[in-house]
DNA sequence: CGGTGTGAAGTTCTTCACAGCC
DNA sequence: GGCTGTGAAGAACTTCACACCG
């Protein structure tokens, strides 16, 4: 009575979830180390940038491989670069936004995404007025072009910029279309397959979570 | 050689920072279905909406109360009343954005935190030819009056969308001003004090772990 | 019955501590 | 001497399983 394995069908050596997602983080403060000119870093220098210990740090990156040398520490750039290869950063990705209305046209004209390698070549809404619209370097396209569109363009990636009630039908959309990740705006819970990955981007959650702490701060001191 | 109690200066029965991480979804699920009209749900019925096991929903509101009946269920009016009161959501908060570039002014106008008590009542920014802008419903001011605004303002809540190079300059600028809960718009790994709480909005870190999964799930099956 | 609340068991994640190497 | 890599120990979190209740 053990089914443990996360991500479905089990490819090996289990990586634990939450080493991937720090990985990212390492990654920038790696590449602004970088950029800063120096070369190599020890997990406890690197530990301080990310309030992280370094015990932690070490764990996660044996996971890889072993990229430290003794007494020394880490070259900065070839472990940038190692870390990129693992998580697939060495390539760029295509990515769709789904609804274009305030949100969605500043996902689109978003700078962040395009130097990190990640592209939105497509762009869809429901609203046929929308359709056929130029935003930036994609042009409106109606929901019916989903599945032709992710085929052709080679899109891995879909972007839910639509509000909180279409957001579940969006998503069972495209993951009809076989997309597996899936970035979301929408103010909701999504429920999708197992091998279907959702990240949650939420600045209202991240609100309400601390102000559970605020209030704590300040039932302790009177007033 | 044991220090455990995360948050400071502990305050007493130790709530793990995962439960009060998850108490939003649960409000929002709850508040869903009151909407729907739904007057009692089980924990069984609210894990189904939220992909959680039945048991973390009970364990997780038994730190708060006894919020349920025996063979029934959570009323489900109740229970989000209880836990918002939790939360601390049975109020307003004011908040400071801090930078009013392309973001800070998407933030600003943004339609979702005000009917969820968040209202954004200052915004600041170190460019003069912006100080004095009139932005939705407040006026830009400069990075001088921070301390006077947020004392004036009750503001607790500091909200950052400022460059990268510039987001630690201005959250260290916020701690020194008693703020204790920041929302981080920037893509950085911000340091403060343990009794501050960050939270970072970010995309390219969620889009980043994704890639993780794409790049396995296509290596293991050929192209 | 059906479903909560909760100690106890089980699992996952983090930190320790030290051998080994530069 | 300084720092990595890593089994082992420890802490945190999740799930089980069942007494108890409506």
Redesign the interface.
Same mark, same amino acid.
């Given at each position: 009575m053990k089914i443990s394995n996360p991500?479905g069908?089990g490819?090996g050596s289990a990586i634990p979830e939450v080493v #991937?997602?720090r990985?990212? /983080?390492y990654?920038? #403060?790696l590449t602004q180390l970088r950029d800063e000119g120096i070369e190599v870093v020890s997990s406890r220098e690197l530990g301080e940038? /990310?309030?992280v210990t370094p015990a932690q740090i070490r764990k996660d990156l044996s996971y890889f491989g072993r990229f430290g040398k003794q007494g020394r520490g880490y070259n900065v750039n070839y472990l940038v670069g190692e870390l990129r290869r693992?998580? $697939? /950063?060495d390539r760029d990705?295509n &990515?769709a936004v789904v609804g274009v209305g305030?949100l969605g046209r +500043?996902?689109i004209s !978003?700078p $962040?995404?395009s130097p990190?390698g990640?592209k939105v070549v497509a762009a869809f809404d429901a609203d046929p007025s929308q359709v056929g619209r130029q935003l930036d370097v994609v042009t409106v396209r109606p929901m019916e072009d989903l599945a032709k569109a992710i085929a052709e363009q080679k899109i891995?990636?879909g972007i839910v910029a639509v509000p909180a009630p279409q957001a579940q039908p969006v998503i069972n959309k495209l993951v009809e279309c076989g997309i597996? +990740?899936i970035?979301n705006y929408a103010?909701? &819970?999504p429920?999708v397959p197992g091998?279907v990955?959702v990240?949650?981007?939420d600045?209202?959650? $991240?609100?309400?979570? *601390?102000? !559970?702490?605020?209030?704590? *701060?300040k039932e302790?001191k009177g007033k």
């Open positions: 991500s069908s490819s #991937i997602l990985l990212p /983080l990654v920038r #403060i940038r /990310l309030s693992v998580l $697939g /950063l990705w &990515a305030r +500043a996902i !978003y $962040g995404f990190e990640f891995d990636i597996k +990740a970035l103010p909701v &819970a429920q091998d990955r990240r949650n981007i600045p209202v959650l $991240g609100l309400q979570t *601390m102000t !559970y702490h605020l209030k704590m *701060m302790r």
